[in-house]
């Protein structure tokens, strides 16, 4: 019989979590999550307090979760993959499979995430489903008390945004935004510059990321051979979407289908607009305009393959520009341009490598406000503690950084660099960036009231 999800057709969350075995089991999943709730609340994790950790989604990006988890360990060792959870059982299967590769414990396996959540041994949880499902499980995850590390984009609606940060907002759980650059070393030595004022007044930030191929798409892809409807569980997928027949391609492609996701906004460009926060030390644009196409993959996607926006943050005075290609991979790059200096990276999305070039003079020949000799300057290569030698181009999505940091903060309770405001923001500059897209208008952001709007708000 089909298991009903409480998020289905975008009701209300009802009363038993478990109704289908019965009031007495249900209160006991209601006792054993307020006991994790209490917990996880009354005290800071010590060294010697082993995390119980399950996993929300077997996905490719699942996997490369269990790397990082893997990888952390060799700073925190502490803690177990006691359970992971997805619709589909040969995902569920497989993931469990790598697990024990991995860690040498085949965990628990569940279907549903609630009787995975119902476990009162349960501490954390990692979420890697698709991109319109994240904030609904992240709410319900918070809710049932467990700290979580959640994929982003957390949100691709605003309702869906406002919803997973107020679940947040009213626990006292830890929550780290799956923004992995956020805890970069070369992120944050960047940052650090920026704040330093060596590059003076920044006037303009631009990020142009590319890729040369059908991305997010797979004509051969054997998991579309091999699924079948009655091996998961299609409601529950769509998770309040748009119903529509069961079709696989749309399942693991969802990525390019405007239902269910921006595509490049939701993925790239939330990277983009959120490290774009991170520099500023600020929040949402308060503009954008976007513009692209479908130029170069004439398949079966639905949302671009060619994509820019441009957006300003008004009280920083700043110009922001993003653009991705998947119709050609060249040049790749970061500028941060500021009055006394520049900041770039000739890599894309998290690339650790990073040049720091003064700018040498400021004139219209009379009007000169500082000049620093005739002599062409050399970049200055941008180093981290430690490590004085030229960092490549590219670096893995699968990075420790961001599970230690995750780990600290479950331990200390304190907030981890992917807090739920950055997650909130890059959301809000998603949804901005795509509708701009699809409506043809320039999207303004309402700070007092919260909205998205297609004029300038009312001040």
């Not at 919803?163 to 960047?190: H, N, T």
């Not at 994509?307 to 922001?320: A, D, H, I, R």
Request: neutral net charge.
């Amino acid at each position: 019989m089909e298991k009903k999800s409480h998020w289905e057709n975008n009701k209300p969350a009802k009363l038993s979590r478990r109704k289908f075995i019965g009031k007495a089991a249900a209160a006991a999943a209601g006792a054993a999550v307020l006991s994790s709730t209490a917990r996880s609340y009354s005290r800071i994790l010590g060294a010697n307090d082993r995390i119980q950790i399950g996993q929300i989604g077997c996905s490719a990006r699942a996997s490369g979760h269990r790397i990082m988890l893997k990888l952390s360990s060799e700073t925190d060792s502490n803690f177990d993959l006691r359970s992971v959870c997805d619709i589909w059982s040969v995902n569920l299967e497989k993931g469990a499979d790598h697990a024990k590769e991995v860690f040498g414990t085949r965990p628990k396996t569940y279907k549903y995430s609630e009787d995975m959540l119902a476990d009162p041994g349960l501490d954390a949880v990692m979420i890697s489903t698709g991109d319109h499902q994240h904030a609904k499980i992240l709410a319900e995850v918070v809710k049932a008390g467990k700290d979580c590390y959640c994929e982003k984009p957390m949100a691709n609606t605003l309702e869906q945004a406002k919803l997973a940060r107020d679940a947040v907002s009213a626990s006292d759980c830890v929550v780290q935004m799956g923004s992995q650059w956020l805890s970069d070393p070369y992120q944050l030595k960047v940052r650090e510059i920026i704040r330093s004022g060596k590059l003076g007044k920044i006037t303009k930030i631009e990020q142009s990321w590319n890729y040369n191929g059908p991305r997010w798409h797979i004509p051969k892809d054997p998991d579309i051979a091999a699924i079948r409807e009655e091996d998961t569980d299609w409601n529950r997928w769509l998770l309040g979407r748009p119903w529509r027949p069961f079709d696989p391609v749309v399942y693991f492609e969802f990525r390019i289908f405007k239902d269910f996701s921006g595509g490049i906004t939701d993925q790239w460009y939330s990277h983009g607009s959120g490290l774009v926060h991170f520099y500023l030390d600020t929040f949402i644009p308060d503009d954008t305009v976007s513009n692209g196409g479908i130029f170069a993959w004439h398949d079966v996607r639905e949302n671009p393959d060619t994509f820019s926006c441009l957006s300003t943050f008004q009280e920083k005075e700043v110009l922001y520009s993003y653009s991705s290609s998947y119709g050609n991979a060249h040049g790749d790059h970061t500028v941060i341009r500021g009055t006394h200096g520049t900041l770039y990276s000739p890599g894309g999305e998290g690339s650790p490598q990073w040049w720091y070039l003064p700018e040498m003079k400021s004139a219209w020949g009379s009007n000169i406000v500082f000049q620093r000799g005739s002599k062409a300057p050399e970049p200055e290569l941008v180093t981290i503690p430690a490590q004085d030698e030229k960092a490549p181009l590219k670096q893995s999505d699968n990075t420790k950084y961001h599970t230690d940091n995750w780990f600290q903060c479950m331990r200390s309770r304190k907030k981890p660099n992917g807090s739920i405001e950055t997650g909130f923001a890059h959301s809000v500059a998603v949804v901005m960036a795509t509708r701009s897209y699809r409506e043809g208008k320039k999207m303004y952001w309402d700070r007092k009231n919260e909205e998205i709007l297609d004029h300038p708000p009312t001040t």
